[in-house]
Structures are given as C-alpha cells and as structure tokens.
C-alpha cells in the first residue's frame, strides 16, 4: 500500500504484529515521540519511553496505557547530560537483554545560546552528540536484537546548515540559532549514513526521517517573532502542517516497514524513501551536503572525541 503526506501512524501500522520487539523511544513524553510510543505498543511492541520530566513521563505512560491497553516503561533521560545518558542506558541495559529499534526522537529547536557544562552548544549536545552517545552505549542490546533499527529524527531544515566540524559550539563565530538548529538536524542525517555504513554486516540498518511541520512543543523556545517567520516560510515554500498522528507516521514506517528491507542510510519523508532537493524553493528532499561522506565519517569521529572518549566508535 502506498502512503504519503496525509498517512497516520495507525495506517502505516495496520496489520503490523510487533509482538515480541523491543522498541526505545526518546523525547517520549510528549508530541511525535509520544504518539510513535503509543502507536508501537498498540501493535503489540514493548516500548519503553524515555525524557527528562519525570512528571510528564507518567502522564504519558498513563495515557498511553489508557489508550492501548498496554503499559510501558519509562525512563530518565537528559541527552545534554553524558552521565544521564550513561545512567540511562546502563539501568536499561540491566533490565533487557536486547533492542530491536531505537528511535532518537528527543530534541530541542532554535533555542538561545546555552552550553552544556562541557562547553556543547546546546541544540548539537542534545539533538546530536546526546544520541551519538546512547546509540553507542546501547549497541550491544542492538546486535543481540538484531535484525533491528535506529531511526534518527532529522527535519528539513537541515538544509540551513551543513556541520562546522571546526566549530560546532560556536566559539568563533556568532550564534544563529536556526543554523545551530539545522547544524544538528545534518549531524542527524550524517550519523544516520555513517553508521548504517558501520552496522549493515550486523544486521542494523539506519534511516533519518524529515516528519514535516507539525505544531509540537519543540518550538517552545522562539519567539512570537520567530515563530511567525517560520509559519511564513512554510506557507512561502508550500508547506503544510501536519497532525501529530500524521507528523509520526515516517517515523513508525521507518521503523518497521518491509519496503525498507535491504535498504539503510536512507533519507525518509512523507512515508516514503526522499531524493535530492530539487532546488531553494521546493520543501522537499535533502540538501547536497546531507550526503558528505567525508563530511559523516569526520562527524563520527569528532563526536567519539567529545561525547565520551571511552567509547568504541560503533565497533
């Protein structure tokens, strides 16, 4: 069946059995992350949801063990933070013996310059190096549980910026927080190829996923100003908005679809497998440097060197 722009996450799914699967959601306890929790476990998967608020993180496990039947697990985690993410995934780990999908859903949008206490900017700590560290740190779990997964949650704007590997922290030169912003959504992309290149032999494929635009709490921090630039951008670039069901829908495909067997690295939109950018004023598609090989494989490496130095480089 062929799905497309206005496809939800309950029609991608439909006659999807997860039972038996793991599934790992980040940024769970709200928005894409919480509907692509909801719809996963609906189709039998045991899901466990992951974020920063405890609070929010049991309002949304009870709606969706209200609305499914199924209880899931949670789970503390502030990807800005590397001995979160280490806590995270070690209790984790103690608690399962392996993962089928990981999908890095979280993320933080065109926020003011902050930095981590390790000096990352704040959009690459979390959108970024945040998953680059959990990714890793869960790769055990993934290949005992492979064939499996990992869906990085990417945008389209991407296309703002390609990755300053010289100065991703924006030390030497003036914060922009769109460009910070889509500096991290191409290291998702670029992490997506890299390790789907690295992790194909072990029967883990990768995919990056554009959900579209979707009114969600990830643009909490702009402006009314910045927020009204943005809605006449995409209305400019003929963009329309999305549910939340629907803005979820890619990622659930990405994650279970059979088309996507064989495949891996793959840039993912409206439910279906995206091309090249055809041109400035066309909303769909990757930008050329999205597939920087070059670019990917030095971003691994940079992201070793500063997210946590004892790492296998996903060995």
């Given at each position: 069946?062929?799905?497309?722009?206005?496809?939800?996450?309950?029609?991608?799914?439909?006659?999807?059995?997860?039972?038996?699967?793991?599934?790992?959601?980040?940024?769970?306890?709200?928005?894409?992350?919480?509907?692509?929790?909801?719809?996963?476990a609906?189709?039998?998967?045991?899901?466990t949801?992951?974020a920063?608020?405890?609070?929010?993180?049991?309002?949304?496990?009870?709606?969706?063990g209200?609305?499914?039947?199924?209880?899931?697990?949670t789970g503390?985690?502030?990807?800005?933070?590397?001995?979160?993410?280490?806590?995270?995934?070690?209790t984790?780990?103690a608690?399962?013996?392996?993962?089928?999908?990981?999908i890095?859903?979280?993320?933080v949008?065109?926020?003011?310059?902050?930095?981590?206490k390790?000096?990352?900017?704040m959009?690459?700590?979390?959108?970024?190096?945040?998953?680059?560290?959990?990714?890793?740190?869960l790769l055990?779990?993934?290949?005992k549980?492979?064939?499996?997964?990992v869906?990085?949650?990417?945008?389209?704007?991407?296309?703002?910026?390609?990755?300053?590997?010289?100065?991703?922290?924006?030390?030497?030169?003036d914060?922009?927080?769109?460009?910070?912003?889509?500096?991290?959504?191409?290291?998702?992309?670029?992490?997506?190829r890299?390790?789907?290149?690295?992790?194909a032999g072990n029967?883990?494929?990768?995919?990056?996923?554009?959900p579209?635009?979707?009114h969600?709490d990830?643009?909490?921090?702009?402006?009314?100003?910045?927020?009204?630039?943005?809605?006449?951008?995409m209305?400019?670039?003929?963009?329309?908005?999305?549910?939340?069901?629907?803005?979820?829908?890619t990622?659930c495909?990405?994650?279970?679809?059979?088309d996507?067997?064989?495949?891996?690295g793959?840039?993912l939109?409206?439910c279906?497998v995206?091309g090249?950018?055809?041109?400035?004023?066309?909303?769909l598609?990757?930008?050329?440097?999205?597939v920087d090989a070059?670019?990917?494989?030095?971003?691994?490496?940079?992201?070793?060197?500063?997210?946590?130095?004892?790492?296998?480089?996903?060995?």
């Amino acid at each position: 069946m062929a799905f497309g722009f206005n496809s939800t996450t309950d029609d991608v799914l439909a006659g999807v059995d997860l039972t038996g699967r793991t599934i790992l959601v980040t940024g769970a306890s709200g928005g894409l992350g919480e509907e692509t929790a909801r719809a996963l476990a609906a189709r039998g998967a045991s899901v466990t949801i992951a974020a920063r608020s405890e609070d929010k993180l049991d309002a949304a496990a009870a709606r969706i063990g209200k609305g499914t039947g199924k209880k899931v697990e949670t789970g503390l985690l502030a990807l800005d933070r590397p001995e979160s993410v280490r806590t995270f995934a070690e209790t984790w780990m103690a608690g399962h013996d392996q993962l089928n999908i990981l999908i890095n859903n979280a993320g933080v949008m065109a926020c003011p310059l902050s930095r981590t206490k390790e000096g990352w900017e704040m959009q690459f700590a979390t959108n970024h190096l945040g998953h680059f560290l959990l990714t890793n740190l869960l790769l055990p779990a993934l290949k005992k549980g492979a064939p499996g997964r990992v869906v990085n949650l990417s945008s389209a704007a991407h296309r703002y910026a390609t990755v300053d590997l010289e100065d991703p922290n924006f030390v030497s030169r003036d914060y922009n927080p769109q460009v910070a912003y889509g500096q991290s959504k191409t290291a998702n992309v670029w992490f997506t190829r890299e390790l789907d290149k690295r992790l194909a032999g072990n029967g883990i494929r990768a995919f990056a996923v554009q959900p579209g635009g979707i009114h969600t709490d990830l643009g909490r921090h702009m402006s009314q100003e910045q927020l009204n630039a943005t809605l006449q951008f995409m209305e400019d670039q003929g963009i329309a908005l999305k549910t939340i069901p629907q803005g979820a829908a890619t990622t659930c495909w990405g994650a279970t679809s059979s088309d996507l067997e064989g495949k891996g690295g793959e840039y993912l939109e409206d439910c279906g497998v995206a091309g090249p950018n055809p041109g400035p004023e066309e909303p769909l598609g990757y930008a050329p440097h999205a597939v920087d090989a070059r670019g990917a494989a030095n971003l691994s490496w940079n992201s070793h060197r500063r997210s946590d130095k004892r790492l296998p480089v996903m060995a």
